[in-house]
């Protein structure tokens, strides 16, 4: 364990921190996991464990739901301990796995485009014409949408890019202050790195490292607003279907798409799923795998080789979840 982390010191202590540093080693922080462990640390005090065993009477106290508890955030609650559960069984300990608690759906249905429908929406995009209102919009919005399906960016991180966060000489974009304050370095890849190469130099010319990446006529950034807006018009001109405020697509929606198509390439090309998904919750600045793997369930409805591939991985450790934006 990291020095800057309080130690385990439970029943389950030795086998908590091996689990902690075997996530680590494969590239994810694991913040928010340690911490809800910390808590179950704390919690089996209260029990007789022998042998590292994780009896169904630990388990089922720990998913009792508490007074004022969020579905989401009890949802969370077992998923990691089910995580550790799994650890265990493959160390030869005798543990206990639950089923999840399904929270309740949110009040948006997340949309995963079709690989021909990315492509009408960018193929849209580069039809924008040049308008003085806006004498930049015809170059900036293709590369957007293009970052949002590439990267699987929140708009909002994009929008709050400075020219000094794009660095094209490593083709890595600096996302600083993302949600809940996080920070991260994204890779591009080389194609999309051209693009944001000749993107800088036709239109920033004598911009300070300030400048804001994405900008309107007066210099100002672009507002999520102005984007979901345009969105709605680029979906008709794309063919497909707007179906309302509170049905989507959104533009939020290109970025479970750029998630959903990783998993569906990976499942295809018998990439280890259980190593990739911190890395994939890593890259997309998701502070847990929980928050990334409920996206497995989102991918199947359109891709169900990812469902086979991860429940041959885990012996169908990580049952179906309901689709929630925990964006």
Known sequence: ??????????????????????????????????????????????????????????????????????????????????????????QGYDSYISYVHR??????????????????????????????CSPYKHLAFPLMYRMLYGCGFRISELLNLKLSDVDTNKSLIHVLHAKNDTERFVPMSESLNQRCQAYIHAVHEGHPDSYPFFFKKDGTHYTVSNIEKHFRELLWFAGISYRGQKLGPRVHDIRHTFICHRLNSWAREKVDLMTMLPILSKYVGHTGVPSTQWYLKLTAEAFPDVIEAMEALTGQAFPEVEVIDYE
């Open 103 to 132: 929270p309740s759906r949110s009040q948006f249905k997340a949309h995963v485009f079709t690989h021909d429908e990315v492509k009408r929406i960018f193929a849209a995009a580069d039809a924008m014409e040049f308008s003085p």
């Open 1 to 90: 364990m990291s020095r800057t982390y309080k130690p385990f010191s439970g029943p389950f202590a030795p086998m908590l921190t091996e689990f902690v540093e075997q996530k680590r080693a494969v590239g994810c922080q694991y913040i928010a996991g340690y911490w809800m462990l910390r808590k179950f640390d704390s919690f089996s005090i209260n029990f007789p464990v022998n042998n590292y065993n994780l009896t169904k009477e630990i388990v089922d106290a720990w998913g009792e739901k508490q007074p004022n508890e969020s579905d989401v955030y009890w949802s969370n609650r077992i998923l990691y301990l089910q995580q550790f559960a799994v650890f265990l069984t493959a």
